[in-house]
């Protein structure tokens, strides 16, 4: 049964009205002595002031407060009697921390939409719930995949670093000359949400779109969006940029290789926001030594932080990773995994669970 928004937490109800699943409100299930208060909780990040002070509401919480990532030591001491974790994409979550973990280990909620960085069947078997961050970063993803796109055709990373380099002495006809955008087809991999919201965009700038996803989108959004539906191969000949969103899993990891670079037009760019290892770097590497692709912008690595020295290079724009960087965005993740660990032990379903085969099983 639904329950009805007036019982949910105000916060979880603006965030994910629509989703959340229980037979009891959430007071009720407090009352009835969730003693969520004494449950343990070890967050690795500090997050946001919203989400964390939410958080506290509920946990007794341990933080990593350090400003890089926690080692993986620090990890698999931390998580030891835990009863909860709230991890980033960066966390490998697998067997040895599950081991480290214990057996109080309840449910690992994910501050990313991605989950690859978790073996979610491991999880299912001991009966602890995995969450992600879905719906919240799409439009900000879709931005940020229009900046790489747009920043990589126009150079504007070449012109910011002239500008303030102090060496440009005059303006010039032919200085910096980069390619349109506006009018070129964008081939999308991958019409989730994200692939979506980047294709929505498209219109703006007069762009066709042709896409190719593991299932095709309905006559009405492919309407909406003004998209083709194409074969993979059909996409990648016929665009001018290839924007990639296709989650990374056993069957999209390599997806882009020698050969499907080589099918790209030798004017095309390769726009990736969703998994380096979508992309076989090192074929990316040659393929733009041999100028087999105009260039790339590159949002994700095959081995982050690391970056092949292949791709620093004038025609490659290179973010560190920040599709969803927001303050705005960030916070609603944060809040969406908090609240999925509220959710969970006041016996409600958590809202954007994985794997609600083990809420049967409690
Ligand atoms: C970011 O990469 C995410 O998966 O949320």
Sequence with gaps: MRCSPRFLPQRCARIFPQLCYSS????????????????????????????RRRLEEHFDVEYWRGNERPPRPEVLKRVAGMDALVCLLTEKVDRELLDAAGPKLRIVANVAVGFDN??????????????????????????FTWTLLL?????????????????????????LCGTDVWGKTLGIIGLGRIGRAVARRAQGFRM????????????????????????????????????LHVPLNEK??????????????????????????VVQEAALVEALDQGVIAGAALDVFEREPL???????????????????SVETRTRMAMIAVENAIAFFAGQRPPTILNPEVLRRK
């Design 252 to 277: 999209t990891r390599g997806l882009i290789g020698r050969a499907e670079l080589a099918r790209m037009k030798r004017t095309a760019f390769l726009i990736n926001t969703t998994r380096g290892p």
């Design 118 to 143: 978790i073996d979610v069947p491991a999880c299912t078997e001991r009966g602890i719930a995995v969450t992600n961050t879905p719906g919240v970063l799409d439009e900000t993803t879709a931005d």
């Design 24 to 51: 009891i409100s959430f007071p009720e299930a407090l009352k009835r002595g969730g003693a969520v208060g004494r449950l343990k909780l070890f967050s690795t990040h500090v997050l946001f002031e919203e989400p």
């Design 208 to 243: 066709p779109v042709i896409y190719h996803s593991r299932t095709r989108a309905s006559a009405e959004i492919e309407k909406e969006l003004n998209a083709e539906y194409r074969t993979q191969d059909e996409v990648l000949l016929q665009a001018d940029f290839l924007s």
């Design 307 to 325: 970056i092949s020295d292949g791709l620093r290079r004038d025609n490659v724009v290179l973010a560190p990773h920040l599709g969803s960087a």
């Design 151 to 175: 920043g990589v055709a126009r150079r504007l990373v070449e012109g910011d670093r002239l500008a303030r380099s102090g060496e440009w002495l005059q303006w010039n006809f032919d200085l």
